[in-house]
């Protein structure tokens, strides 16, 4: 048999490189490839003529799977698919492996896991990624991304292996993210990391990580060691506090660039700063954004949630104000993007999903999901285990976007519809919800091979 079908999820990983202007004009069906995976193949109907069509991608010299062969205009998907199966057949026998577009020569493969730097001085995470066969999906999925994701600055493979592993893990998540909500990305710019385009609008995204405390100021805090909540909440936003101040003041103003002036900016940020800290800290990034704390209370009614607005946040000999959105100069960004979710895990799940890696790997997730049957918006356990068929997952599951009411240049909120959305209406805090949205979770690998 010289072709098989393959998963959407699959498809979707291998081929990063489709157009999501395409979306508008067909409607993919089905999808192929031949045996080993040198060619892939698409069955498409067509949404204005309503006809049938397929296409046939390979390899380019960069790695990346672009169209080589297209037909359209066939009368039904059986003459369709037959017609596909014979080209995919044809590349079968041919042994093509490799299809040359003329343009490779402006860019080299972008190989992420062919060590740049010695041994020794290899990011352990990037070593156990490299190495753990648990592991094998992650990987990869993310060498299959990479080869599609341009590197304007030159250091991205270099930082992604020693000093900036976590950041560097981050930009790629929000990558595919961002392919994935059909946005057209531009990576031409030193900065902000991406332009991205959808529907005619512009928006910059600029990715910020909460790093490690450096030096004497490094202090251990986790539910674990303060059983306080307000005050784990005044530490957590402290954390995200410096790392967004610090780029809303940056001596390049990206706001004042050029090709940003008048656009929509987002800060997408995400927490590294310990160990499984992006576990717990998510509860209290709205806090300091808003300046507003969510305080529930027992009435005769019920359960009842009162805003509380917060002056300032203190821990320790630190202290900063609250309230991101009210800073002076942060009506230049438009929202904040979170997730705790641009993690190896994810990666790895996503990759188990897309048939990647060690089929013996048995993967389940655990975790904490809103329960919207709950007035206030309740956490519940969930269990998860992931496979392909057994669960579905998306990038955008899990990612939170909070609106800056004072903003310039408002974030249209139908660019992103599958995440979470929070914002202030009338005064209060308002959130809008996927029916699955995760608040966090672990997975566990099992390998069940000899070795």
């Known amino acids: 048999m010289a072709a098989k079908p393959v998963s959407k999820a699959r498809f979707e990983a291998l081929a990063f490189t489709r157009r999501p202007t395409a979306k508008f004009l067909i409607e993919e069906r089905e999808w192929y490839a031949d ?125 992604f292996q020693t000093n900036a592993f976590d950041a560097r893990l981050w930009e790629l998540f929000l990558y595919a993210f961002l392919h994935e909500n059909d946005f057209i990305i ?24 909460v790093n490690p405390t450096q030096g004497d100021e490094a202090v251990e805090v986790s539910p674990d060691t303060e059983s306080d909540r307000d005050k784990l909440a005044d530490y957590a936003a402290i954390k995200f506090g410096r790392a967004l101040y610090s780029k809303l003041m940056k001596p390049k103003r990206y706001w004042e660039l050029e090709h940003v002036k008048g656009k929509p900016l987002i800060f997408a940020i995400a927490d590294f700063h310990q160990p499984h800290s992006m576990l717990w800290t998510h509860t209290f990034i709205m806090e300091y954004l808003y300046g507003i704390r969510a305080r529930k209370k027992q009435t005769e009614r019920g359960i009842q949630v009162a805003d509380e607005h917060i002056r300032e946040h203190v821990f320790g000999s630190k202290r900063i104000p609250s309230g991101f959105f009210s800073l002076p100069e942060s009506e230049n960004v438009s ?26 790997i048995k993967m389940l997730r655990k975790g904490k999901r809103y329960d919207h049957t709950a007035k206030a918006l309740d956490a519940a356990d ?14 955008s599951e899990g990612v939170s976007i909070f609106y800056n009411p004072n903003a310039k240049f408002p974030l249209d909120q139908d660019l992103f519809e599958p995440v979470g959305h929070h914002f202030i209406e009338d005064g209060r805090l308002v959130t809008y919800l996927p029916d699955f949205f995760p608040i966090s979770s672990i997975t566990l690998n099992v390998s069940f091979s000899d070795e």
């Open 335 to 360: 929202a904040v993007l979170f997730s705790n979710s641009g993690t190896i895990s994810k990666f790895n799940r996503m990759g188990k999903l897309a048939g990647f890696g060690d089929p013996e």
């Open 382 to 395: 969930f269990v998860i285990e992931v496979g392909e068929g057994s669960c579905t997952e998306t990038w």
């Open 186 to 209: 531009d990576r031409g710019f030193p900065a902000p990391d991406y332009l991205s385009v959808k529907y005619d609008q512009e928006l910059f995204l600029e990715a910020v990580t």
């Open 35 to 159: 045996q080993d995976e040198n060619v892939l193949g698409i069955i498409t109907w067509d949404k204005h003529d309503h006809d049938w069509g397929y296409v046939v991608l390979g390899r380019d010299e960069r790695a990346l799977f672009r169209a080589i062969e297209t037909d359209v205009s066939l009368p039904d998907a059986d003459t369709a698919r037959r017609q596909l199966h014979l080209r995919l057949s044809y590349y079968t026998v041919s042994g093509e492996k490799i299809f040359p577009q003329g343009d490779e020569a402006r860019r080299k493969k972008f190989e992420i896991f062919k060590p740049v730097v010695p041994e020794e001085n290899l990011n352990p995470n990037f070593r156990l990624l490299s190495g753990d066969k648990g592991l094998s999906p992650a990987k990869e999925i993310i060498a299959e991304i990479a080869y599609s994701f341009k590197d304007p600055d030159g250091n991205y493979i270099q930082q």
